[in-house]
């Protein structure tokens, strides 16, 4: 059983286009996290939050954007969806002791 | 800054074969945390292992174990009688535990392929 979801799991999207990709937990913790993955390369951080109404940016370049209105819910929104944004996207909350919990990604293409 | 290196990039082996993945890594902080994780094909990450540095015990998990030396600033891990299905990328990470904040860096990663 999952403690943190994200949604979609995939998705297609032509340019443009404004996409929000979900993430929430229910493990009560306030610390989430948004990486960024592309195809066999390692995982960079993007944006990640240490509570409601924190955000900060990541140590990768994003043009995407994170809100933390609620604890359990992080989502991060791309206004305009581009090639380049194709990737896959991980959401993951940790501990305060420093353990992680990773959702099971959204796989992104943009055409 | 901190830095995790995996220097193998794939590496192949037959089954019942045992195989160690290596890491090193670099960090300023005295106090942090060392993961592995497990990315098969599907794209989840699977959470094989955490250890703090304060931690050197190494650690056998049935046919994982990890030898952590903080004098080498090293966490292997080693998979032993290989299978098929320990086919996947492997990645090494590091947390900081600064500002209160547990921001992971990730290695390259090991694409590890068992071969029958």
């Known amino acids: 059983e999952a403690d943190i979801y994200q949604t979609p799991r995939y998705l297609v999207i032509g340019t443009g286009k404004k996409i929000t990709l979900e993430c929430s937990q229910t493990?009560?913790?306030?610390?989430m996290y948004w990486y960024q993955q592309d195809p066999g390369m390692e995982l960079h951080l993007i944006h990640y939050?240490?509570?409601?109404?924190?955000?900060e940016k990541g140590d990768l370049s994003s043009e995407s954007t994170v809100s933390r209105i609620r604890t359990e819910h992080f989502p991060l929104t791309l206004e305009s969806a581009r090639p380049s944004h194709t990737s896959q996207y991980l959401c993951?909350?940790?501990?305060?002791?420093?353990?992680?919990?990773f959702g099971s990604g959204t796989r992104l293409t943009v055409v | 800054a901190q830095k995790v290196t995996q220097a193998q990039t794939e590496i192949s082996v037959v089954e019942k074969e045992d195989v160690t993945l290596d890491c090193v890594y670099e960090?300023?902080?005295?106090?942090?945390?060392l993961f592995w994780y497990k990315q098969p094909p599907s794209g989840e990450l699977v959470f094989l292992i955490r250890?703090?540095?304060?931690?050197?015990q190494n650690e056998i998990s049935g046919r994982y174990s990890w030898n952590f030396q903080k004098s080498t600033s090293s966490f292997n891990f080693t998979i032993t009688a290989s299978q098929v299905v320990d086919s996947a990328v492997y990645f090494c990470?590091?947390?900081?535990?600064?500002?209160?904040?547990?921001?992971?860096?990730f290695g390259t990663g090991t694409q590890l392929k068992v071969e029958l």
């Open positions: 939050s240490y509570g409601v109404n924190s955000t």
């Open positions: 493990m009560g913790h306030d610390k």
């Open positions: 960090t300023r902080d005295t106090t942090y945390y």
């Open positions: 993951a909350s940790s501990t305060r002791q420093g353990g992680y919990t």
């Open positions: 990470a590091l947390s900081e535990v600064t500002g209160g904040g547990n921001k992971l860096t």
């Open positions: 250890r703090n540095s304060f931690d050197e």
